[in-house]
Structure formats: structure tokens, C-alpha cells
């Protein structure tokens, strides 16, 4: 295998893709996506190989972890790309809220599946994170969000879980050779709330698109992070913004905060 081997969810599309073709002349990149026929093409365009996984349904984040852990004798790099911002309220098939399962129990779940192998590889793992972290907030008696729901900010709640996710893992895993980061990719032009009905669909779907960044431009931190060397590029437990250590919103470096969510968010996938 050529250089690293480097996991990329959410990678059939955006800065997932663009991600993939920054990535895939010097590394092994695995693009994992919902879509076949996006995945498949993607994948197929660069010499990448390629994997299916609906975030929505855990029994096939499982299915994947599984295959990966079959196929990967190392995993250098896990990119915890795919996310978005959704609709009215909905529940997974799993019967969670379904902006957190895909932006925040799916991914923790996924890395917790190939924690062994991360151990051994000394793998770096990457969230895409964004600056709505900001506008998150914790409820922990209602994590669901069955009360006072908003696709906002369910979305920015998820943002600010990857960056707790991300603290939590270093602290708990760098001892035995993990590194983890978040990164915010910019605003971006993309299909990114295309398919909801929050305010912000028409900020990508109106002649504003034009004024957003590339998915290429998006991407660059996230290359840079998965190419990179941590400790030496980048420090582990750090956010990013452009390539550079950027700023979070009070009580995102709460160790107590991160702890806590951790244990509830094993809660929930242990159901």
C-alpha cells in the first residue's frame, strides 16, 4: 500500500471528495459514502477503493467497522467527514435523533469500533467539526432534542459534540498512540442543507452559493491534518482553522463537559 491508509467518510461528495483527490496520488484512500452510485464513482475516478455506509442506521456503521477491521491490516488515518444539517425532527430507524446519530453517535461509534486497530496504527483520527459549535448546547436530560427542536441548532449541538468527542479521545487515547483533531472546512459550496427546510438552504441553494468557498478550498485543512504529522504539523486535542489552531466557544474545553458526554453517548449506543 502506498503511503498512508486514510478512511474518509462522507467522502461520495464536497470536501469528502475533494479530500479524496488531494489525497489519493500518494495514499490509500478507502472513500466511504451513502450513495452507490456517487461513492462508486468518486472512488472509481482516482483509483480509490470504496466502501457503502448509511449513518443513519447503526447496524451498518457496524457493518462497516467490521469490513474495514477485515480488509485494513493498518488504518493510519480516520476522517470522521460525513455529517449535515437536517430537517424537521426525525428519528432513525435506531430511534435516535437523527442529526445526532449521524453527525455525532455514528462516528463515535465507528471509532470506537476500530479503536484496536487506531491503537496499533498509531492512527490519527480527524472530525469535521464547524464554527456552529458555537450556537451548541447541552441538555442532558434531553440529548434527543424532543423538546425545543431547531435543525440549527441540533446541528450546532452535534459540532460541538465532535470537539468534545476529539478532547475526550486524546485524553483518554494519546497515551497509547492516537491523535485526534477538529477542524472547521470554512462555508462551503456544497449540497450541504440542499434537503432541508432551515434557513441556511438558501445560503447553498441561491446565486449566494457563488460567493462560498470550493470543496477544494474546504478540504485543505482536512488534507493537511490527514497528511500531516501530529506533533510535528499539528498537536493532538487541537481545532483548526485554515491550517492553524483556532479559537472555541467557552466550555468547549470543559474536561468534565467531554467526560460526561462520552459516558452518555456510550449509554445510547448500548441502548
Known sequence: MAGKVIVITGASDGIGAAATRALSERHTVVVVGRSAE????????????WLLSDFSRLDEVRELGATLLERYERIDVLANN????????????DGHELTLQVNHLAPFLLTELLLP??????????????????????????????QGYSPERAYGTAKLANLLFVRELHRRFHGQGVSAAAFHPGVVSTSFAGETDSALRLLYTSVLKRFLRTPEQGAETLVWLAAGTPGVDWQSGGYYVKRAPAAIRRGA?????????WQRTEALLAG
Do not use: C, N
Open 38 to 49: 456517487k461513492t462508486r464513482s468518486v472512488a472509481e475516478s482516482m483509483g480509490a477503493e
Open 82 to 93: 460525513a455529517g449535515g444539517i437536517m430537517g424537521p425532527r426525525t428519528e432513525t430507524v
Open 117 to 146: 486497530r487506531l491503537i496499533e496504527s498509531r492512527a490519527s483520527v480527524i472530525a469535521t467539526s464547524s464554527i456552529a459549535h458555537r450556537y451548541g448546547s447541552f441538555d442532558f436530560s434531553d440529548l434527543e432534542a424532543r
Open 253 to 261: 474545553d470543559d474536561p468534565a463537559l467531554a467526560r460526561e458526554l
